[in-house]
């Protein structure tokens, strides 16, 4: 990583933002070059898993780890506008442990509602029913990178209900799909970023607009923390400097993952290095 990415640290406002309300906005975290570039790619890949599924152009498409699929991925592992702020909130010893890329084209017109659909959920499933503490433990958190403009409602837009990341979550849940009091719908501009707490209570929507909603979704997580993909990024490995390596999961062994040493966590150096010991306590 480039020393320069310290200027996109976490904030003393917005870590408190991310704490208070479980979300945090990045505008222009990535350039339109990159975007456009993306864009190619994730139009390749979508059109060949609807080939292979026989799926049809008005259906949404979630392909989880994507991060296996195209190298160019690779750069928005530590990319310098939002990684800071990842290992600002987790810490030093972090792992992608999830990914996904989510195509959401516009309805059939015979099939648009006449209301926006929303499925409000919790991220990690079983994390939310075993573990008993109120407020339960963040454990991770996601940078999705919105590709497509979702400026205007109606664009498959992600839901949010700030605040909900505090809430216990077999006490708050709504058995009757009631909307979360508070939720709104994230509205950005192609190239911003949108980071949010597994723990908040979120949904994707419908799309009934004229145009394919794109967003790439990176989970990371604390590397002690199984992943929920195959992983399949990890055939990138030899490519790797040793912080994307970490990111990969690479591990001296399984100890490595709860009583890291600093073969396992090179990041913790980088940090040290660059920002300080402060940076890196506890």
């Not at 799926?55 to 310098?80: C, H, I, K, S």
């Not at 929303?118 to 994390?127: E, G, K, P, Y």
């Not at 980071?195 to 209570?201: A, E, P, Q």
């Not at 990371?220 to 990890?234: I, V």
Request: charged residues 30%; proline residues 6%; hydrophobic residues 35%.
């Amino acid at each position: 990583m480039e020393p320069s990415s310290l200027k996109h640290r976490l904030t003393d406002d917005e870590r408190q933002e991310f704490e208070q309300n479980g979300f945090l906005i990045v505008e222009n975290a990535i350039p339109d070059d990159l975007k456009q570039r993306l864009i190619t790619i994730v139009d390749r890949l979508d059109a060949r898993h609807r080939a292979e599924k026989g799926l049809t152009p008005y259906e949404r498409v979630n392909q989880v780890d994507f991060v296996g699929m195209d190298e160019a991925f690779l750069e928005l592992l530590d990319w310098p506008t939002t990684f800071p702020k990842v290992w600002g909130i987790l810490g030093w010893n972090t792992q992608l442990y999830h990914s996904h890329m989510t195509v959401s084209p516009s309805l059939h017109p015979e099939e648009k509602p006449e209301e926006i659909e929303l499925n409000w959920h919790q991220d990690s499933d079983r994390l939310n029913m075993e573990l008993e503490t109120d407020p339960q433990p963040r454990v991770s958190l996601k940078v999705a990178y919105f590709l497509t403009d979702t400026r205007e409602l109606g664009r498959a837009n992600l839901y949010l209900a700030p605040g909900s990341h505090l809430w216990n979550a077999r006490a708050k849940q709504a058995a009757d799909g009631t909307e979360p009091e508070g939720a709104t719908a994230v509205r950005v501009a192609p190239g911003t970023a949108v980071m949010f707490d597994r723990r908040i209570w979120h949904s994707a929507s419908t799309n009934v607009s004229d145009m394919t909603r794109k967003v790439l979704f990176f989970g990371y997580s604390y590397r002690w923390l199984r992943p929920r993909d195959d992983m399949t990024g990890a055939r990138w490995m030899d490519r790797c400097d040793p912080i994307r390596r970490q990111l990969l999961g690479a591990s001296t062994g399984g100890n490595g993952y709860t009583s890291p040493s600093d073969e396992d966590v090179p990041l913790r150096e980088w940090i040290r290095e660059h920002a300080g010991e402060e940076a890196v306590a506890p």
